[in-house]
């Protein structure tokens, strides 16, 4: 090294040592300071070896409901060998640091700003890695995006092994909430009072599929949904996804729901001076949603997993109530290029998947729209079963709910106003049912009917819908 040359000093990783060392201590000399912070802090918050070994026996002991001291974490330690010979002398240390038990979360804080940085520290050598020897931009892109992503949302390491006491303490808190205020853990609300009380709203991570044929109104179904929140005045952030229809079109229909105005009239701009004032007051209650539509006829899960991860970190703020995609046969598959020969079947199946663990990731309920195969078309009847659902048995697999749309009536496809059945063929956290609707063309129009009370296909004898 020559005289002009500085050495450069080696770089640790972010680490404070003495706070590792509070924060031990404030569990091993107070057994509630660690229930406490118990859900939070895990194992990758420590730096330090030994005070990683430290804290699995704590955590150890908290499952098995043993008090936590130095005597019991030392004999833990000793019995699984995970320790050396000073591990009694090192943890009486700990307990002499005595820290103001009051500041642990000020420690814990320290201890998880310096995790935080090592991960970021980890996941650029990983990106770097990855664009020295990827050969898909792509998907480097979208992989650096799930991994920064997963970090900025969640700070602890979620999918690794825990005890099933813990999930259970979960539920029971969950069941005991839900006991004292039932509509605590409501999801999204469609606006539709029946279809609401049966899901108990939208549930996030459930991957939704409305399926119906063709120009029986799927697409106007959803987008009714988006036009009962924009009406509620909702802060609900929306993302729609249409492979087929501009985003012009989808707008009209919105606003042919929200106003008194046809669709005719607006596309042939045959509207009032009276028209004109509703149109003008839907359109301002649009700009101060938070609905965002993409319309791009070539799209991909892991593209419109990129666009929700933006627009969540972005403009949502933090936060994404639904994604819709109209509709699920329209999408290519991410994978295709890897394959040298692809069926569309197993196409469908890896989308149907990927939306799924999508729905996951962005903690949010997708609705995927989904064609039916032509099979029904032959049969004399026309009532909609999971086995129509077209190209792949995994998208019944993957999805959490089923819904089919279908005509009451055939005949009164043409009818200015007719009914449609909305039928929850299946529900894995609830139970089945089917809701009747008003469907009214004119203005794109769904409503629920106040009589629910339908002739079953291939049925002359009635039954109702007690709800």
């Not at 699984?80 to 038990?101: F, H, Q």
């Amino acid at each position: 090294m020559s005289e002009n040359e500085v050495k450069k000093p080696i770089r640790q990783y972010p680490n404070n040592f003495d706070a590792e060392q509070y924060v031990l201590c404030c569990f091993l000399i107070d057994g509630q300071a660690f229930d406490s912070f118990s859900k939070k802090v895990t194992e990758d918050y420590f730096y330090a070896p030994k005070h990683k070994t430290i804290f699995r026996a704590i955590a150890a002991l908290s499952n098995k409901g043993t008090p936590i001291n130095v005597i019991t974490v030392n004999d833990l330690i000793s019995k699984e060998k995970a320790g050396d010979i000073d591990t009694l002398e090192y943890l009486t240390e700990l307990a002499e640091v005595t820290p103001g038990a009051v500041n642990v979360s000020d420690y814990v804080k320290i201890l998880e700003r310096d995790m935080v940085m090592r991960k970021l520290i980890d996941i650029g050598k990983s990106i770097i890695e990855d664009a020295y020897t990827s050969l898909d931009a792509n998907a480097s892109v979208t992989h650096a995006e799930q991994l920064i992503y997963g970090l900025s949302t969640k700070t602890t390491a979620k999918g690794q092994l825990e005890h099933i006491s813990e999930p259970s303490k979960r539920f029971l808190a969950r069941l005991e909430l839900l006991s004292s205020n039932p509509g605590a853990l409501r999801g999204l609300e469609t606006g539709y009072p029946r279809l609401d009380r049966v899901t108990n709203g939208l549930q996030p991570n459930s991957l939704i599929i409305l399926a119906a044929r063709p120009s029986v109104g799927k697409t106007a179904f959803v987008l009714n949904i988006i036009a009962n929140i924009i009406r509620a005045k909702s802060e609900k952030v929306i993302a729609m996804f249409s492979l087929e229809m501009p985003s012009e079109q989808l707008v009209q229909r919105i606003l042919a729901t929200n106003t008194d105005i046809g669709m005719h009239e607006y596309s042939t701009g045959r509207v009032s001076d009276d028209d004109v004032h509703n149109i003008w007051q839907a359109h301002t209650e649009l700009g101060k949603s938070k609905v965002f539509i993409e319309s791009v006829s070539m799209q991909t899960p892991g593209n419109i997993a990129s666009r929700c991860r933006q627009l969540k970190a972005g403009e949502g703020g933090g936060r994404l109530d639904l994604v819709i995609i109209d509709y699920l046969q329209l999408m290519a598959n991410d994978k295709e290029k890897e394959r040298r020969s692809s069926t569309r079947q197993t196409d469908v199946s890896d989308i149907s998947r990927m939306l799924k663990i999508m729905s996951m990731e962005l903690e949010c309920p997708v609705i995927a729209l989904s064609q039916m195969s032509r099979g029904i078309e032959g049969r004399d009847d026309k009532e909609p079963r999971l086995s129509d659902l077209r190209e792949s048995g995994a998208i019944e697999q993957d999805a959490d709910m089923v819904m089919f749309l279908s005509r009451e009536d055939d005949s009164e496809k043409t009818k200015e106003r007719s009914n449609i059945i909305l039928d929850i063929a299946k529900h894995r956290n609830g139970e089945l049912k089917k809701i009747r609707y008003v469907f009214e063309g004119a203005h794109v129009r769904f409503t629920e009917a106040d009589d629910q009370v339908f002739l079953p296909f291939g049925n002359k004898k009635k039954e109702s819908f007690n709800g």
